[in-house]
């Protein structure tokens, strides 16, 4: 973790499935022999294993016939060869395609642009409310209650929309298996009518005997599990910054201004700093990772201490003193205000003339 911390690392999508394999694929094995296996491709030999998949395999499942299936099976089969040729030839091109699994990114991406769709113009409209309501009260650009206040409003839109794309990925893993539900049962359906019309009125037994055990939604429980550690991380964060803002107010109550305190070297003059301030930079601006005071992020506006030190010799090149700098801006002020009233000075002369 940085110095101001760090988020919460995402789940592992390996690991999560692989979990997610072991506790929900229980082998079934029946009074008759026949039986499910659930295991992996080795990929060397392409034969299966019976045991979970490791990272980069295959995950498999193993069938096993009881010696009646393969009995029946096998004296079948035989006497359907014949007409199955002629029938695949009237009927293949209206077979449904396999059963595929879409993939989860593309699901979750079509969720998400749904969803946002619908959100987007009431976004949209509480940032133009936003905006309406701080030039209402006189607020100018980038001054620092406007940036406060349309921060705020950003890091919320952001909030929302994480959400809403966290929300989209658990959404997309139960439309998986909704849609592939679909489609399976689709192709079922058609082969067994298929089987019917070759004359294959026999059913074989179900091999997956009940088990009692309900599946475990492992991916739903790690996703929720990230999703309360992101919002615990966010709030954290949010927590510190307020502390951060409310310490500075306090830091700044307290200067210590008396002139006793003090050993006054002389004044200032306020067309040097109104010189300096006009020369001095102003860029937009975020800490970097862990550089920012207990992991301050957010965006601010103000000059660079390298810049601030060079033309005026205080503080370093890696920090501005605020009593510097406050007490740089005052004095360019004054300046601004001698210049206007000599201007109103000017100015009402030759009104009167």
Known sequence: MGKGGSAPA??????TAAAEFRY??????TPSGAGVVYGHTNPDTGEFVAAPP??????AVYNIESPTQQAIRERLEPAAVDFTGSFIDQNIDNLPDAARVQDR???AYDIFNRNFSLMAPAIEKSQDKLITNLQARGMPVGSSAWNDAYGNQLTETQATIARLAQDANIAAGQEQTRQFGLDQAERQGAMAEIAALMGGNYQPPINMAA???????????VNNQYSQQLQAYNQSQQQKMQS???LGSLGAALIKSAVESKDVEGRISPAWSAEVVQSLPVYAWSYKPGE???GDMARHIGPMAGDFHARTSLGTSQSI???DYLGLLTSALKDALDRITVLEAHFEMETVH
């Open 105 to 107: 990114g593309d699901v």
């Open 24 to 29: 929900n694929n229980s082998n079934v094995y």
């Open 10 to 15: 995402p789940p592992s999508p390996t690991k």
């Open 211 to 221: 088990t009692g055990a309900a599946n475990i939604d492992f991916s739903g429980l």
């Open 321 to 323: 003193n605020i009593i």
């Open 54 to 59: 490791g990272k980069g395999q295959q995950s």
């Open 292 to 294: 920012g005071p207990d």
């Open 244 to 246: 951060a803002s409310a």
